[in-house]
């Protein structure tokens, strides 16, 4: 065991395990390459392998998976992929048959089959697609050799596959680099990821059939991959990651198992997948990747399983609740890692382009100083969007060696406001090397920092052609994952057993006052303030307000938390936009009951069934789906037609982050928290036909009088009409 936290390492495997089991459905029974891709046969057999069968999740996981790979297994025994086609591949084929090895043993007809294929194509190695006839494919690839050598090593030992094994471990001696690891094939330098592969095939058929390798050899390549380690802790893969999840988790794995004296460079490794982990539990192919990926995520919990205390796969984990002190942890811990994040994830729309039309600009402008941006950009200063709390921002910078520090004062939200009161923070400032920038701090959040981001990157390209090269964006994944902690979301504010209300929790506090019940134990910090409201049930009612801006993906952090506090219920009262009618603006209580997330053009999760108590109540509430996305920016008339095509009849930034949260939490805690949100529209979201609608509001006129006072009146009708009964009042 490393000195890194257990305790991290626990919570970090449960996360991944949890969003991978809940990816599993009657419509699914396989996984794809990602959430949501075409089912994959190579990546279903990785991650049905993975799983090991201690929770009702994963034996339906298990089963489900196996009777797909079945049905789709060729003829000739092999399995295709959706990286190289129907036709068998190495890769592929090899962990379909550990997964059969590893679930139905020996015996199993399709593993048998599979076996046979690897063996008949065997030649100085295995190629990665042995069949195909096209030029070039029946090289031998290291990688894939490995593979296969694995799948032989879990099988029996027949005469045959003996002679393989052998013919193949002798190939891969030869192949190695001197004083160093492997490369792709012969001809190619030696690389990090490709020198795990080998070590991982080498190991497993040594320990398994107690083949002899070259321990001198082996010694040789484990110290060369330890010495590859950069210095944030992180390893460059063959794709030209610089900061590779999958090979950092796959170095660290190996050098586990190769009981090598590299245990600083494993805790490095740790401390550097754990914090390129994304809200969703998951990990992507590199850090500034928006679309996660399941055999990434594979190879991450591959490594960090075994350095967890119970060799945890299923097992429920309390995370801790104990708060951080932000004093002694800016530098060390909350900002250490920066990645710099790129826009491709969303298009620059246009005002014709986009569902908002002349609303647009006017958001924009309400969002951040755009004179102010223009005038850097015109004197070519750069503009820089921080995942910084803004609080920290002054302590932090200086200590990175900013100076000359003046914040922005324009068109703020209104004074007075309680909560969601901490918004962004701009300022002017000067950079190390002495060049002036703007510099906007923003609350922790990888889809926040996109939203600000792609606003100042709107207001670059209306105003120059040039403008993206004067941007940069950075977001802090360590700051993200761990809001809950550093802002103490505990006990003290949430009770075990309590019903959290969310959003709008000042008015809805004032109608319970008003209507005589008893609200008592008010709780306030620097992040949160909660009141309790007993309800004539008996239970209690705590009603949560958020001082900052939880959008997005903050908010799937923050109800993980509240569920693993033993929050019974989480209601959530806030705005959303309406795909319905423009008449449903300040007119209509919607009260999603399915939930979808985007990322501008992609569909990336369709969550899970989860508990809703107040539909089961009151059904005739139900408007069907909601889609939640990252910014407002991407909200063009393609998206609007997957919106369509989906049926949803609302959009928003945070309802379908909550509701993957829950899911999440149930699944990983045998819990069955209920989630519930009313919402009324401020805007309606026009279609393709629809571009020079005229709406009676829309989010640049949210603030008007008319609005204001429309929003009041939706907000007393969710109370007194839903919320009141609903409770018991």
């Given at each position: 065991m490393t000195t890194f936290c257990a305790e991290r390492i626990s919570e970090a495997c449960q996360s991944g395990m949890n969003s991978i089991l809940s990816q599993i459905s009657e419509v699914r029974p396989a996984w794809g390459a990602s959430p949501g891709f075409e089912l994959d046969a190579w990546t279903t057999g990785q991650l049905s392998w993975l799983c090991n069968g201690d929770s009702a999740l994963e034996k339906s996981a298990i089963a489900n998976s196996l009777v797909w790979l079945e049905q789709a297994q060729n003829l000739d025994g092999s399995w295709g992929s959706s990286a190289y086609g129907e036709l068998g591949d190495t890769p592929s084929t090899s962990n379909c048959t550990i997964s059969f090895l590893q679930h139905r043993g020996q015996n199993s007809i399709?593993?048998?089959?599979?076996?046979?294929?690897?063996?008949?194509?065997?030649?100085?190695?295995?190629?990665?697609?042995?069949?195909?006839?096209?030029?070039?494919?029946?090289?031998?690839?290291?990688?894939?050799?490995?593979?296969?050598?694995r799948a032989l090593a879990k099988g029996p030992q027949l005469p045959m596959h003996s002679m393989r094994a052998q013919d193949a471990v002798s190939t891969l001696m030869r192949a190695k680099v001197e004083r160093a690891g492997w490369g792709y094939q012969p001809d190619s330098p030696p690389d990090p990821t490709f020198t795990c592969y080998v070590l991982h095939g080498l190991m497993d058929i040594e320990l398994l059939w107690h083949l002899r390798i070259d321990q001198n050899a082996k010694q040789e390549a484990l110290d060369w991959l330890a010495a590859e380690q950069q210095q944030d802790g992180c390893w460059r893969d063959w794709h030209g990651v610089e900061s590779s999840p999958e090979a950092t988790a796959y170095a660290a794995y190996i050098l586990k198992r190769g009981h090598a004296v590299h245990l600083a460079n494993i805790d490095k490794a740790l401390e550097a997948l754990i914090t390129l982990q994304r809200v969703d539990g998951l990990w992507s192919m590199s850090p500034d990747e928006v679309i996660p990926s399941n055999w990434v995520t594979f190879t991450a919990l591959l490594a960090l399983r075994e350095f967890a205390p119970t060799r945890l796969r299923g097992s429920v984990t309390q995370p801790a609740t104990k708060a951080i002190d932000i004093h002694s942890t800016l530098p060390q811990r909350l900002y250490d890692v920066a990645i710099r994040t790129p826009l491709d994830a969303i298009p620059h729309t246009r005002p014709i382009d986009h569902t908002m039309y002349r609303a647009l600009d006017s958001y924009v402008s309400r969002k951040i100083p755009v004179r102010l941006v223009e005038e850097a950009l015109a004197n070519d200063m750069r503009v820089e969007v921080h995942g910084i709390y803004p609080p920290h921002f002054r302590t932090l910078a200086r200590q990175w060696g900013y100076t000359d520090f003046k914040r922005i004062r324009f068109r703020r939200v209104r004074s007075g406001k309680h909560f969601n009161s901490i918004r962004p923070w701009?300022?002017?400032?000067?950079?190390?090397?002495?060049?002036?920038?703007?510099?906007?701090?923003?609350?922790?959040?990888?889809?926040?920092?996109?939203?600000?981001?792609?606003?100042?990157?709107?207001?670059?390209?209306?105003?120059?052609?040039?403008?993206?090269?004067?941007?940069?964006?950075?977001?802090?994944?360590?700051?993200?994952?761990?809001?809950?902690?550093?802002?103490?979301?505990?006990?003290?504010?949430?009770?075990?057993?309590?019903?959290?209300?969310?959003?709008?929790?000042?008015?809805?506090?004032?109608?319970?006052?008003?209507?005589?019940?008893?609200?008592?134990?008010?709780?306030?910090?620097?992040?949160?303030?909660?009141?309790?409201?007993?309800?004539?049930?008996?239970?209690?009612?705590?009603?949560?307000?958020?001082?900052?801006?939880?959008?997005?993906?903050?908010?799937?952090?923050?109800?993980?938390?509240?569920?693993?506090?033993?929050?019974?219920?989480?209601?959530?009262?806030?705005?959303?936009?309406?795909?319905?009618?423009?008449?449903?603006?300040?007119?209509?209580?919607?009260?999603?009951?399915?939930?979808?997330?985007?990322?501008?053009?992609?569909?990336?999760?369709?969550?899970?069934?989860?508990?809703?108590?107040?539909?089961?109540?009151?059904?005739?509430?139900?408007?069907?789906?909601?889609i939640s996305v990252p910014t407002v920016l991407e909200e063009d008339y393609h998206q609007r037609k997957i919106a369509t095509d989906l049926q949803a009849s609302s959009i928003d930034n945070e309802i379908s982050q909550m509701a993957w949260a829950v899911a999440l939490a149930n699944a990983s805690n045998g819990t069955d928290v209920s989630f519930s949100s009313l919402h009324f529209a401020t805007d309606y979201v026009r279609q393709p036909g629809e571009k020079i609608l005229s709406t009676s509001f829309d989010l640049a006129r949210n603030r008007q009088k008319g609005a204001v006072s429309a929003k009041s009146k939706m907000i007393n009708e969710i109370t007194y009409q839903a919320l009141m009964p609903y409770f018991g009042f």
């Open positions: 399709a593993a048998r089959k599979a076996l046979n294929w690897l063996t008949n194509n065997y030649d100085e190695g295995w190629a990665t697609q042995p069949t195909d006839i096209r030029k070039g494919s029946h090289l031998p690839h290291y990688y894939s050799t490995s593979y296969a050598l701009f300022f002017r400032a000067t950079r190390p090397d002495g060049e002036p920038i703007i510099a906007a701090s923003v609350v922790p959040g990888a889809d926040y920092v996109l939203q600000y981001a792609s606003m100042v990157r709107h207001v670059a390209l209306m105003a120059t052609t040039q403008g993206e090269r004067l941007l940069d964006n950075f977001r802090y994944p360590y700051a993200e994952s761990q809001i809950a902690d550093w802002t103490a979301l505990d006990d003290k504010l949430v009770e075990p057993g309590n019903r959290v209300l969310l959003g709008h929790v000042d008015e809805v506090r004032d109608c319970l006052v008003e209507s005589s019940a008893t609200l008592t134990d008010w709780q306030e910090t620097d992040y949160y303030g909660a009141s309790k409201c007993r309800l004539p049930d008996g239970s209690y009612l705590t009603l949560l307000g958020v001082k900052f801006s939880y959008w997005g993906s903050i908010s799937h952090n923050l109800c993980h938390r509240l569920c693993n506090l033993g929050a019974r219920e989480i209601l959530y009262i806030a705005k959303l936009g309406a795909l319905t009618s423009p008449d449903d603006i300040y007119a209509r209580i919607f009260c999603p009951s399915r939930f979808w997330i985007l990322q501008h053009d992609r569909l990336i999760y369709e969550v899970p069934q989860v508990c809703n108590h107040f539909l089961s109540k009151f059904p005739d509430y139900d408007t069907g789906g909601n």
